[in-house]
């Protein structure tokens, strides 16, 4: 390589890709912008390092493209940037954050892949948040929180499991949490004894959401908005938008479930998001987008028993 272009190369390295390997979107910035800084910073989401990553690729950041300045981009209408909360890290390290969206209103918790082995829960988790970047209207006079990914390590092995071979959707603190034989559903040796599902918890302190949805996948055909506590109502307008039939119940016990814990214990209107797990995640955000959207805005009509 000639001396001169190599030197142009170590230029832009330092002057242009460098300063955005650390740039943190702020309200200063378009949602273009925010979404480029975005990628160039290690928060969170195992899918923006493609699936079957191994984990130890989670601190790797790609080399952006650089775009000479001389040419135009078209305006941009710049909206506020959501507030980004670690709620903790992975077993594994990796962090998992919320973003949080508005500043008034009721707030709304939706997050997935808590079962790395339903990656297409998170790929419609991470849709929403992008989605939500560009839509400021979506919630107008709302707070809405979003987890893209609560099972990082599960996620890029395509695993059920946490790296400690826990199903963390059986290690909340329920009453009706009890031990039980290691296996795909093992809840571990006490509640609440994974750093991810206390990530959840401290998410659910944090926000005082009065509706939240959870997303999974199971097997095609008993795809459903599945509610815990007073979650029917809010089901029923999922049903609207979706066309998934409403469920009290999965078909099966699960104790230490996030419903049993969330929904059930502590009454907050829980809704166990199923899609058919071969559905691909764009399929799944353009069946899924009013349902979720209809999630933020949705006004309870009475106070259900």
């Not at 609440?192 to 959401?209: D, F, M, N, R």
């Not at 199971?218 to 998934?244: F, H, Q, S, V």
């Not at 502590?266 to 166990?272: A, F, M, V, Y």
Request: charged letters at 20%; hydrophobic letters at 40%; proline letters at 10%.
């Amino acid at each position: 390589m000639p001396a001169l272009e190599r030197c142009f190369r170590y230029l832009v390295l330092g002057v242009v890709i460098l300063p955005s390997l650390f740039a943190i979107p702020s309200a200063d910035l378009s949602a273009g912008d925010r979404r480029r800084a975005r990628q160039h910073r290690h928060v969170v989401c195992p899918l923006d390092l493609g699936l079957g990553t191994p984990p130890a690729a989670c601190g790797a950041v790609a080399v952006p493209t650089v775009i000479p300045a001389t040419i135009p981009t078209p305006a941009i209408p710049r909206v506020a940037a959501p507030e980004v909360v670690l709620l903790g890290y992975s077993v594994q390290g990796v962090p998992i954050t919320m973003h949080v969206f508005g500043t008034q209103g009721r707030a709304a918790l939706i997050f997935g892949a808590i079962h790395g082995s339903e990656p297409n829960s998170g790929h419609l988790a991470r849709h929403l948040l992008d989605y939500l970047l560009e839509h400021p209207a979506a919630y107008a006079n709302r707070r809405v929180a979003v987890i893209p990914v609560t099972n990082p390590d599960g996620l890029v092995r395509t695993r059920r499991l946490n790296e400690h071979q826990i199903d963390l959707n059986r290690n909340f603190p329920a009453t009706n949490w009890k031990i039980s034989k290691r296996g795909e559903t093992f809840g571990g040796e006490k509640p609440a004894s994974e750093p991810e599902t206390q990530a959840i918890i401290k998410a659910v302190e944090l926000l005082g959401p009065d509706r939240i949805v959870s997303i999974h996948a199971i097997t095609k055909g008993r795809e459903c908005n599945n509610y815990d506590g007073p979650g029917a109502d809010l089901a029923e307008a999922m049903k609207l938008e979706n066309g998934y039939r409403v469920a009290k119940t999965i078909g099966y016990p699960t104790p230490g479930s996030f419903g049993s814990w969330a929904g059930i214990d502590r009454q907050i209107p829980t809704i166990t998001l199923e899609l058919p797990v071969d559905l691909p995640g764009e399929e799944c955000w353009k069946k899924h987008r009013e349902a979720l959207l209809a999630v933020i805005q949705f006004q309870p009509s009475k106070k259900q028993p």
